[in-house]
């Protein structure tokens, strides 16, 4: 286990490190944090009922989650998704309201579904969210994250809303589809970058070649995988990736998300913008090193696709810091307003027909918690979600090892902090590797899946 931990993540104003580099120490004296947090301590993570077929909306059920005071506008630009979602689910389609103010506890209690095993029937497995965080907070998805299969569509115009339900419905109801049979892996390694180096050498390449011997996800699910590393990985092979007469199914970038000063002009637009390999290295920064959604042409061809984004800031950015790197000092404002990122907020609404969903992170990727912990590779959860989603299996339900590893690491945190001879680089490690898990979310639907037989 290291000593020092350098974080991801690039601040567009600087060219520096988001976050300075800290020691195990450090990093240790801030999970102790976790004792004092209640929530840290509600670990429930629990599954379908056990005649429940997750690719079956009928024996799963399908609901869509607006805050109390949306606009009837609103769900008429949705009807077209949300039309096809009830006859997929039948009596187990629920619309449901989000009072200000809920946690999800307090919604799900109010709903009548407590702790225990997911319960179609009063709210159902796959649940939509959608509005911006600051009507629905990240931290109610995260909560529910941890039994249900939870995704979140926000947009700026309500045109967007109606591109995205029109998109998925006219994909799924399609004789043929566009999208290729393909996975296109792009992950930068920038020289002298810890951050970079640790998710391509411990991510990106275990996730192409296999792991321990085993042949890789692309192997075993027919999936032709295009890889696209260090010196390849520049903004103009990710523009031309997203560009292809017949798109891949897949994308996964591994890279340093950008982000911005709080009260930066560019924080809306570019935060989670992809920092790209043509990047020159520390101390400077241009918009040119980066891919920002105003980088995705009406040209591109996304429709179809999914994504998942190994990036700070990559799915959003909450109003403060979710986990403070300085003992006693409370979380530190990053906006004055919550926001979904506008890259995904682009693929999910593109003109030539949207990608079905995005996956990322929402605040910093923790890079370390994939480096091997006693030998033991972490990137499971990863090559489980991707293989999965090769499969054809629903997007939401494809993620489940990020909440149960969340849940698993946290349980074993609070068990380290209470024990006084605790190793400091373990909880230093657990700590960061539990904050990684908990942020991963689904941007789109998470009812979507791809539509295997039918790809190119």
Known sequence: MPESYTFNGINGATGQYLTPQQTAEQLAASAQEAKKNPVERRLEAFGLPFDANPNDLATTGWGVVFAEDAPATLKEALEPLLARRRAAAGVLFHQLAYKPGET????????????????????????LVVG?????????????????????IAFETEAQYAAYATGVDA????????????IVYWATRHAGDGATQLSADFLAKPLIEGVDGEPSIAKKTGFRAQALLGDEATRGALQK??????????????????????????????????????????????PAHYLSAADVGDDANVS???????????????????????????PQPLTDQAFVA???????????????????????????????????????PFTNALGALMKGQRVGHALRDFPTRYSTLSTE???????????????????????????FVCIGDPAVALRIDALA
């Open 104 to 127: 999800a506890r307090q919604w799900l209690n109010r709903l009548g579904a407590g702790a225990g095993a997911v319960q179609p029937r009063k709210v159902p497995y796959y649940l």
């Open 171 to 182: 994909y799924e109801a399609a004789a043929k589809v566009a999208a290729s049979r393909d």
């Open 342 to 380: 506008r890259l995904p907020q682009r693929l999910l609404s593109h003109p030539r027909g949207p990608a079905l969903a995005i996956i990322g992170h929402v605040e910093r990727a923790w890079g370390y918690s994939i480096r091997p912990m006693d030998t033991v590779t972490q990137v499971a």
């Open 413 to 439: 945190l609070l068990a380290d902090l209470g024990q006084e001879l605790a190793e400091v680089p373990r909880i230093a490690y657990r700590w960061v590797a539990r904050n990684d898990a908990r942020n």
């Open 241 to 286: 990736a997203l560009s292809r007469r017949k798109p891949p199914s897949l994308l996964f970038t591994a890279s340093h998300g950008m982000g911005f000063p709080k009260d930066d002009a560019r924080l809306a637009e570019k935060q989670g913008a992809l920092l790209c390999q043509d990047w020159t290295g520390f101390g400077s920064i241009e």
């Open 304 to 330: 179809g696709s999914i994504a998942f984004c190994f990036a700070c800031f990559g799915a959003g950015t909450p109003r403060t810091e979710d986990f403070t790197l300085q003992d006693g000092v409370p």
């Open 132 to 152: 911006s965080p600051e009507a629905i907070p990240f931290e109610f998805q995260y909560g529910l994250s941890l039994e249900y299969a939870v995704g979140r």
